[in-house]
């Protein structure tokens, strides 16, 4: 009987494992659904983007699919950067691991719109891409 005890929190864990895997790969399904609209797109677990065309469109994933989703037009963008804990970061020095980066994008008006992104590399490579769409940016 007390061994069967010991286990029950064991399986406790494994079914909170089982359920938190669930929900990813519901979420990844709903993803690869709504990515399909798009030219390029990227999915993790703090947003998913895609680009069509000149338009960016990002949101947080669900299970359901992208929701918050806002749309951006590329020729309204006037600067893009990345940023890890507040912080600018160059492109050509080392990059931080394990550190959640922000994609910042400043449009006109002074608006400044930000996506979450769970590694810094992966930010830079999306910043570069993005400037090579938007030719009006001088980098």
Known sequence: MERGLLW???LAVFIGLA???WNEYQKLEAYNAWADAFDKSKYDIYSALG????QLTWGVPTRQGPINLQTVDLTDV???YVKVDDTPIETD???PSGKKAILWLSLQNDVICNI???QAEL???WATF???QCPQISS
């Open 8 to 10: 029950l929190p064991l």
């Open 19 to 21: 359920w938190a895997g």
């Open 51 to 54: 680009v069509k065309d000149k």
């Open 78 to 80: 006037q600067d893009i």
């Open 93 to 95: 020095q080392p990059l």
């Open 116 to 118: 979450p992104f769970t």
């Open 123 to 125: 930010a830079v490579q």
């Open 130 to 132: 993005l400037k090579r």
